[in-house]
């Protein structure tokens, strides 16, 4: 099984849409094998969006993301980065098809409610920021032992 790093931003926790954020992924068939609520600090900010250093949204990106608490999570399914890359929708809310998860809560690009890896190898990466091997639970859902 395929697994990918999804985190909830802080406007999505200040907005108390975890549960309904959460429930989406869960309805799709994605198993949660680890979950936590943190905030963020600035050397996993700057790590987690390494890539956009020098960009003119990366220092804002950071203020943000820094300036409440988030929820992160490792999610696991057949396909998952691209199923949970189909549930969020497209990165601005304002292109996201009604019914995602950005269509239906984004504000403006950066909050977008939710960050989610964009490929099997970035999830990788990002859910060593946040994650301990530890801190991953493998477990049989109800459906899953029956079959």
């Known amino acids: 099984m395929e697994r990918t790093f999804v985190y909830l931003k802080p406007n999505t926790i200040q907005r108390q849409l975890i549960g309904e954020v959460i429930s989406r992924f869960e309805r799709k068939g994605l198993k949660i094998v680890a979950l936590k609520m943190l ?10 969006y390494e890539e956009h ?14 300036s409440g608490p988030i929820v992160a999570m490792i999610l696991e399914g057949p ?4 199923v949970v890359r189909h ?14 998860i950005r269509g ?6 950066r909050k977008n409610i939710v960050h989610a890896s964009d490929s099997p190898e970035h999830a990788k990466h990002e859910m060593s920021i946040f994650f301990d091997t530890s801190e991953i639970v493998d477990y049989k859902l109800l459906l899953e032992e029956q079959f």
């Open 104 to 109: 239906e809560f984004g504000v403006t690009i």
């Open 39 to 48: 905030k963020m600090t600035m050397e996993q900010a700057e790590k987690l």
């Open 87 to 100: 549930v969020i929708g497209k990165t601005d809310p304002l292109e996201a098809n009604s019914g995602t």
């Open 53 to 66: 250093k020098g960009k003119d949204f990366y220092k804002p990106l950071l203020k943000f993301v820094t």
């Open 79 to 82: 396909r998952a980065v691209e």
